[in-house]
């Protein structure tokens, strides 16, 4: 095993299984996330610019992001996943797994993730001797994309293996997808592979299991999409009714709500974020 990244808080030296929902909660709090990129792009972007708890708020969104991709396609793929924290295991399990590079912090009953520090792959997918490094983003500029190719192509694993395959996975969709997975193929000559993160959600919606995660193929995006809506709704639902119940301004009491109700990333997305609003005096809103 490589040694941890400098980056990573202090005293994070442990692995820690964390096991995927059931299909119906993944895609809730998937589409639930996607549903906010124009939020994550625009103002919370603006927000890490300007303060430390912008910057801590736009982390926990993309670390929730990451994380819920790793769980998809560990729950697609029938394998374990495991997530760096302070008080794990040593090491990781053997056989097929898959490792997200982020790291989860326990805040009293509820768990906040972390994105993935710079220099290190978002999430590597373990196979026998070889692995496959892949990068998720919420970002649609064509710049964002390009930093995170350069990002694919350059990234070392943090555990030994021969890497064999390359991974980007956007939130594009139709043409646009299209037209970047034809720019790479060009510019980047099959080095990385450019997946649809819909993709991911089709095969949730239809509980597909898949053989490789090169498998994902092109989504019928009108489905994916579809079926994200529904989702959305689901989870919004959860929350205006919880919000009836508490104090408007009681993100804890809602994040509490939803932890009962069976979720396992947004409660602490919704919980950290809230806590952050009351340090900065209402500069960061919440999801």
Known sequence: MASLNARYPRGLKGFKRVDPQDHGKLLDELCFILSKRRLVAGRLVELAQESNPGRVALSI?????ELLTALSIAKLLGIKAYARTSNGDPSVGNGRLLLWNGFLVEEGEFTVSFMSPEGVPDMELHEGGSCTLIEVTLGLAERTILYELWEALRHKPTLECNVSRRILVTPHYGRDLEEIAR????????????????????????????????DLGKPSYRDALSCCESRVKDIEDVVRSLRKAERASDWRGVAEGLRKAGYTVIPGLVYKIGSLMEESAGQVEAP
Do not use: D, M, N
Request: aromatic letters at 10%; hydrophobic letters at 40%.
């Open 61 to 65: 969104v993309i670390g929730s992001f």
């Open 183 to 214: 720019f790479v193929e060009g510019r980047f000559k099959g080095a990385v592979q450019v997946h649809s993160i819909y993709s991911i959600v089709e095969h949730l919606c239809r509980s597909e299991g898949l053989k490789s995660v090169g």
